[in-house]
């Protein structure tokens, strides 16, 4: 009988600890990145290319390696595993903490299987991390050597391509295909493998939405396509669907939303790259109870910017029910883009020009066995109103 491989808990709270507990945050050996990783990918085989997920949740778009703004989003969200969490991808480049980030996801991940979920990006790539920043960061972080990065890209291969949440939303990294038109295609692939330059598993991590054309154009990114409203719509008629979520496309106000909440774009790395001053967010999605009622119908078709200049704390407060709320971020009822800036350590990294690689003041902090939730507990907490207005 074969006895499945599986890392002890205690063993996961210690590298959590490792990463959490010590200023700068210890990264974790080499061994212990290959156990970790090996676990992690005997665990996603079994796993379809399409998660079904159900509410509540909450959706993180694009983090590229910053890894203080990541516990940021725990902060504010709620830690694991007290939140379920969807994220969608590139975990590491451009930031100076990838190997940090990446670690405590699968970390996350491996100890709280049903809570935290992850699928992949365009960055999970071999190409596209020699270039961008992770490969290299690798190099520096381990004396040289490249086997962790060759741990790292190996599991890439194994992440899921997409979700859908509640059977209704379905969630990937980029966007859409003019290859694919029902959802069964994608779980048809074969997705342990490279991305490839084209075809439905490039589009899904590569393509954008464009609010000025109807079908699908080739992407000025040099992969993936843009698609317009004509597209999504037949997409969700196809597959009994009211909205896609994904990430992909830095956003000043940390989200957009495009014909009226059919699709959202979440962007989760504030002051992308430490010089781009944008804000970032989460998506909260508390329920997907819609009804009979079309649930894209906002109930204004006015998009004046002056309906929205009284919403109070009372309607964040309220914010999964406010219709002001809803107009002004254009989701739909049941979800709400819970918005932050960047950490202080990213403010710290933006002037120096370099990473300061610490998060927690207190050397001598001792967690008391869940070592993930005494971080926070022992954080100061703050003003809930800060990151929305």
């Known amino acids: 009988m074969t006895i499945p491989f599986s890392i002890p808990t205690t063993d996961l709270d210690y590298c959590l600890e490792q990463l959490l507990d010590h200023k700068p945050p210890k990264i974790l050996p080499p061994e212990t990145i290959q156990q970790l990783c090996h676990t992690l990918k005997a665990q996603l085989l079994g796993t379809p290319n399409i998660m079904s997920l159900n509410s509540p949740i909450s959706v993180v778009g694009d983090i590229h390696g910053q890894f203080h703004d990541l516990l940021e989003i725990f902060q504010i969200g709620g830690s694991p595993p007290s939140t379920n969490y969807l994220f969608l991808g590139d975990y590491v480049d451009r930031g100076y903490y990838s190997v940090e980030t990446i670690s405590l996801l699968i970390a996350l991940k491996l100890r709280y299987p049903d809570r935290i979920y992850l699928i992949r990006g365009n960055h999970e790539s071999r190409t596209i991390t020699t270039n961008y920043g992770f490969y290299t960061e690798v190099l520096s972080k381990y004396n040289g050597s490249s086997e962790v990065w060759t741990y790292f890209t190996d599991l890439f291969d194994y992440l899921p391509l997409g979700a859908t949440i509640d059977g209704k939303i379905f969630a990937a990294h980029g966007g859409l295909s003019p290859s694919c038109q029902q959802l069964d295609q994608i779980r048809t692939l074969d997705r342990f493998r490279e991305i490839p330059h084209d ?7 590569w393509s954008d939405p464009d ?15 843009l698609f317009g409203l004509d597209i999504i719509n037949k997409f969700c008629q196809d597959n009994d669907l009211v909205q896609m979520i994904r990430a992909h496309q830095l956003c000043n106000e940390g989200y957009t939303s495009y014909w009226k909440g059919k ?10 790259c430490y010089r781009c ?48 709320v809803r107009q002004q971020q254009g989701v739909l009822p049941g979800q709400f883009f819970n918005v932050f800036e960047a950490s202080p350590e990213n403010r710290d990294d933006t002037l120096n020009s370099k990473s300061v690689n610490g998060i927690n003041s207190d050397e001598n902090f001792t967690g008391n066995g869940d070592f993930f939730a005494s971080f926070f507990q022992e954080r100061r907490p703050k003003q809930y109103v800060e990151y929305f207005l």
């Open 199 to 205: 075809g439905i598993m490039a589009d899904l991590v």
């Open 211 to 225: 609010t000025e054309i109807m079908d699908f154009k080739l992407s000025p990114r040099g992969a993936g396509y």
């Open 263 to 272: 699709c959202l774009t979440v962007w989760s790395a504030p002051n992308y």
């Open 277 to 324: 001053g944008n804000k970032a967010s989460i998506l909260e999605i508390l329920h997907s109870n819609y009804g009979s009622k079309d649930p894209h119908d906002l109930d204004d078709d006015n998009d004046n910017d002056d309906e929205f200049s009284d919403v109070t704390y009372k309607d964040y407060a309220n914010r999964f029910n406010s219709l002001r």
